[in-house]
């Protein structure tokens, strides 16, 4: 029996369109993933959209000071960081489909004008851009999920942003009455002046929603301290919400996990499901979430992780690596406490001075000469103290060099991505990728199959031979130095056998305790109950590595 014909009559898809107000980085991709969790919690399948207002086509060329990482999913979309919390915190299928920027928009109307698809007409934002729009919104949730949940980038107010907002006022037109909900995320600002929340910017950021359209139907407040009923009064009357949808979004103690439950306790759920007409498909059970977060809060043990990497000062460079590391941590009840590490000071200072005492080495991904170095110096001391080390991408590619330049004992072994006139590429592009001059367009994007080598590190990590992993990089392991390598000691753990290319690297259980580099980013698929192989062995090293050392209480 089909799904449908189980729970009876199958509704249409639902909207949920998430904007924010007051000020930028408020939190609203993962207030977003937030309400798909509840939803998904009361047995509702979900699809999660980020509608960014910027021009790049998608942030694959931004630099990560700019907008943190690049996030990876399985197609192959370079999107948002965003996308990363809707995977962390549901099951939504997250794709090509999931993310549209301003100029992912025009740059298809424009395809379309050039084709004469519009039959003559003047091509304008209303009707042409904002249809696009629409249509960006229907695919996001093609599948049929019982609700679509938008969020749209930027603050209300900003230039950019009209279009997406014109959008979602003329979609809602278009759809059911009860089958579209706009959420607004604002700021209470706490004035230690008068030690008093405010809640003027709430109603000017209401208004200018109103302004343009919109009416929204729920109001999350974030705030620092609690809001008085008084105040939620006040909101709903100037704001035109009702006072039970004025929902408080308190900042978090410990976690980022708690947002959900803390939405729940605040009654989020009611106000969803009166909005739009639903019933619960399931009870509600959270208490596997309250354990998980039981564990966060008090952990039974602890371990330091050094990651090294060229844009340490920005947490969101590195959000999904810092993640998973967090993901692996609960599993193992074990607090990561992590050292953030320029790896150009560790080039300058070498690796003992920065990296002393830690129980695990890891070097994300990276692009460019800037810091190489120092990430090769950091892994030759993970491999000389045998600190377990975990190498994703650029990392991987560090540690194949650092082998070839002190075990294999050639001194100039480097990657040609920054020396091609070196005499051993070690890391190099593949022969078809040379034959294409422009850059653009030759990297190795989304999920590809990996095959594990039987007793690896790595197949007894995954529990199976045949695993597929996102990657997004141009240059590889240079076969043409597979035998010297594993002669030397660094073994294949994982092949993609279509393109014979090496994707895992490790060293025996005998030589180091865990020393793993992966071609490709596992940080992309992890959850907080569910994490990542590999950063879950990682982390088990790790620990045992503190433990070796005397001691791992928190
Ligand atoms: N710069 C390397 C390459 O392009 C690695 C990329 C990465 O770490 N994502 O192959």
């Known amino acids: 029996m089909s799904d449908a014909a189980q729970d009876g009559e199958r509704k249409p898809t639902k909207y949920i369109f998430i904007t924010g107000g007051v000020v930028s980085s408020l939190g609203k991709g993962l207030t977003a993933a937030a309400i798909g969790w509840i939803l998904e919690r009361l047995g509702f399948t979900v699809s999660m959209q980020k509608l960014d207002p910027y021009i790049n086509v998608d942030p694959g060329t931004m630099s990560p000071f700019q907008h943190g990482e690049v996030y990876v999913t399985d197609d192959g979309t370079e999107a948002d960081l965003d996308l990363g919390h809707y995977e962390r915190f549901t099951h939504a299928t997250i794709d090509e489909h999931s993310n549209y920027t301003t100029g992912k928009i025009y ?37 049929g999920e019982d609700v679509a949940i938008t969020e749209i980038g930027g603050t209300i107010g900003d230039i950019e942003s009209l279009p997406f907002c014109e959008a979602i006022r003329q979609f809602s037109l278009e759809v059911g009455p009860r089958d579209c909900v706009f959420i607004h995320l604002t700021l209470l600002p706490f004035l230690r002046a008068s030690g008093e929340l405010k809640t003027k910017p709430t109603q000017q950021s209401v208004g200018k929603l109103r302004e343009i359209g919109i009416q929204p139907h729920i109001l999350v407040c974030r705030t620092e301290k609690p809001m008085t009923d008084e105040m939620r009064g006040k909101i709903s009357l100037f704001c035109n919400v009702r006072k039970e949808a004025v929902i408080e979004e308190r900042d978090v103690d410990f976690s980022i996990y708690e947002v959900p439950v803390d939405l729940l306790k605040a009654g989020i759920h009611h106000q969803l499901l009166a909005h739009l007409d639903l019933e619960p498909r399931r009870e509600l059970v959270v208490d596997d979430w309250y354990e998980l977060l039981e564990t966060v809060r008090s952990p039974k043990r602890s371990c330091e992780i050094a990651v090294v990497g060229k844009y340490i000062e920005l947490h969101d460079a590195y959000k999904s690596i810092y993640e998973s590391l967090n993901h692996a941590g609960i599993t193992h009840s074990c607090k990561v406490r992590l050292r953030k590490v320029s790896a150009e000071q560790v080039g300058e200072r070498g690796g003992p001075a920065l990296l002393e005492g830690v129980d695990g080495i890891l070097v994300p991904g990276g692009f460019g000469e800037r810091g190489f170095l120092g990430k090769v110096e950091a892994i030759r001391y993970a491999r000389e103290q045998r600190i377990p080390f975990f190498g994703i991408c650029y990392g991987m590619q560090a540690a194949i060099v650092e082998y070839a330049r002190h075990v294999c004992g050639l001194a100039d072994a480097t990657t040609s991505e920054f020396d091609d006139q070196a005499e051993h590429q070690v890391v190099d592009l593949m022969e078809e990728q040379k034959r294409i001059s422009d850059l653009g367009g030759t990297m190795r994007l989304g999920a590809f199959a990996c095959r594990l080598v039987e007793g690896t590190l790595s197949h007894q990590a995954y529990g199976a031979r045949d695993i597929a992993e996102r990657h997004r990089h141009r240059y590889e392991y240079n076969n043409r130095y597979r035998d010297m390598f594993v002669e030397h000691g660094l073994r294949v753990a994982g092949i993609n056998e279509h393109l014979d ?20 980013h596992p940080e992309f698929k992890t959850k907080p109950q569910t994490p990542h192989p590999l950063f879950r062995d990682f982390i088990g090293a790790a620990v045992r590595h503190r433990e070796r050392a005397g001691g791992s209480g928190v």
């Open 501 to 520: 290319l090496v994707e895992i690297v490790e060293l025996p259980r005998d030589v180091h305790p865990w020393f793993v580099g992966v071609q490709f």
């Open 107 to 143: 740059r298809s109307v424009i395809r379309k004008e050039r084709r004469g698809k519009y039959l003559g007409s003047t091509v304008q934002v209303i009707p042409h851009i904002t249809d696009e729009i629409k249509d960006a919104i229907r695919a996001g949730s093609s599948r």
